[in-house]
């Protein structure tokens, strides 16, 4: 089925290790998202690229980092991981059609750091 | 600063009757607002999107409406089912360049049979 796909869906840490967190959609869209989702703070942005070979911070971008592979692929990378980036990380993307469609998300990765 | 409010307590109701969802904004100027879907340990699903010249906007049982002076949209489910329980999310553009979706918290809604 057409969508995004996450890998892994779940994964516990210890504080320090790296990881990186992959995203795949086969929808052709150019935009590609991705958000934390945290109890009571909803989901945030973290990073996104707009198109292939371009990427940009979100609004919570510290502590991570992003490559954008291919038009396909948009991988999440934690370089040292902390406690405090223990949430879901969903990926979305995007149709260029804005005003018409709003964001298919994946399924999310429950990341643990202890 | 910039918020997007959501009811965060749960909205009980009897099934068959109409839920009724607000989403409040300030210090925006959105040229579109968007709701979502949220199941337990799911993402989030795209249900409906309405544009700032559009008042009201239907699919289904579901319908929309946006009101840019009061700066709130409101998301009805009329005749509601038990399978309609979920948290429903309210997201808005603040580039209005489609980058940069911000969403509010979500209100959960339970539908009792």
């Known amino acids: 089925n057409a969508g995004v796909t996450q890998t892994p869906k779940f994964q516990v840490l210890k504080t320090g290790q790296s990881m990186t967190l992959q995203c795949a959609q086969d929808?052709?869209?150019?935009?590609m998202y991705w958000y934390r989702q945290d109890p009571g703070m909803g989901l945030r942005l973290i990073y996104y690229s707009a198109s292939e070979g371009t990427t940009d911070k979100g609004e919570v971008p510290n502590g991570y980092n992003v490559s954008r592979l291919n038009k396909r692929e948009f991988s999440l990378r934690l370089e040292s991981a902390a406690p405090s980036q223990t949430s879901v990380y969903f990926c979305a993307s995007r149709t260029p059609d804005k005003y018409s469609y709003g964001y298919t998300f994946g399924s999310g990765t429950r990341l643990t750091v202890v | 600063s910039q918020k997007i409010e959501q009811n965060s307590e749960a909205l009980n109701i009897q099934e068959g009757k109409t839920a009724t969802l607000t989403c409040n904004y300030t210090n925006y100027s959105p040229a579109y607002l968007q709701w979502y879907r949220q199941d337990p340990g799911r993402g989030p699903v795209f249900l409906l999107l309405i544009r700032e010249n559009e008042k009201e906007k239907r699919k289904e049982r579901l319908k929309v409406t946006f009101d840019t002076t009061l700066k709130q949209s409101l998301f009805h489910i009329t005749a509601s089912q038990p399978a309609d329980s979920a948290t429903y999310l309210c997201a808005l553009d603040e580039s209005n360049a489609g980058n940069m979706l911000t969403f509010g918290g979500g209100t959960r809604l339970m539908v009792k049979p």
């Open positions: 929808m052709n869209h150019n935009s």
